[in-house]
């Protein structure tokens, strides 16, 4: 079983639409749950950090926890042409340093 | 507003050289993290570092690998004997706070690097 799982997509939006991307990871002593963009070719760029159960808004961006189903989202509205990108979904357990990345979901907002 | 930097780029070596990558992390972070990416896979955590110590390393992190802060402001990764398999990006992160569950910890949220591209020959 993979630690974190993302669909690998791609999932192809159209411009103005929102843009649903989700995760689920295994290990159920996780504590911190983070997105991350990643361009072609870029550095992975952090894009929300979550830690409670629920939902938390950052602009455009939101992102929702749930720790008994172990599962992760993140929306995103008015998806823009600039969106497009693999959207890393990272998970760290608690006292730990290392960060666990899924492989991403690629994302196409068609404009 | 304030970034994490790498140099070089991108090295070019051959096999069984040793290579080191540069990275000054944030000024006001106090814990650093070196990942690599292969291309077209996933984002692998090799090595955490504190206080001028290893605070957590992977499996992928062997004796071929360290790392070191050797004055104020850089931290590098070195790579004794290179291999084909070492190509890669190799990303250095920072981060003000430690994790959740540690002494003062928090949110924990890393900052990357533009990262330098390992090419081995």
């Known amino acids: 079983q993979k630690e974190v799982e993302q669909n690998s997509g791609p999932l192809s939006v159209p411009e103005g639409a929102i843009a649903s991307l989700n995760c689920t990871y295994s290990?159920?002593?996780?504590?911190?749950f983070f997105w991350y963009r990643q361009y072609s070719g870029k550095s992975p760029e952090l894009i929300m950090s979550?830690?409670?159960?629920g939902d938390k808004e950052d602009g455009r961006f939101t992102a929702q926890l749930n720790k008994a189903s172990q599962y992760v989202s993140l929306l995103i509205r008015d998806s823009q042409p600039s969106d497009s990108a693999t959207y890393l979904c990272?998970?760290?357990?608690?006292?730990?340093?290392?960060?666990?990345f899924g492989a991403g979901t690629r994302l196409f907002v068609k404009a | 507003e304030p970034e994490v930097t790498q140099t070089p780029s991108h090295q070019v070596t051959q096999m069984g050289q040793e290579v080191i990558l540069r990275c000054v992390p944030i000024?006001?972070?106090?814990?650093f993290y070196w990942y690599r990416q292969i291309l077209g896979q996933k984002v692998e955590f090799l090595v955490s570092?504190?206080?001028?110590?290893?605070?957590?390393k992977s499996e992928i992190f062997d004796d071929q690998f360290s790392v070191e802060r050797p004055d104020g402001s850089n931290f590098t990764l070195k790579i004794r004997s290179t291999k084909l398999e070492d190509s890669a990006m190799y990303f250095c992160?920072?981060?003000?706070?430690?994790?959740?569950?540690?002494?003062?910890?928090?949110?924990?949220?890393?900052?990357f690097g533009p990262g330098t591209r390992l090419t081995v020959l």
């Open positions: 992160a920072s981060s003000e706070n430690p994790p959740l569950g540690v002494a003062g910890g928090t949110y924990n949220e890393q900052f």
């Open positions: 290990d159920r002593v996780s504590q911190s």
């Open positions: 979550i830690y409670s159960n």
């Open positions: 990272a998970v760290k357990r608690t006292g730990g340093f290392k960060t666990i």
């Open positions: 000024s006001n972070h106090l814990y």
């Open positions: 570092f504190y206080n001028n110590e290893i605070s957590e």
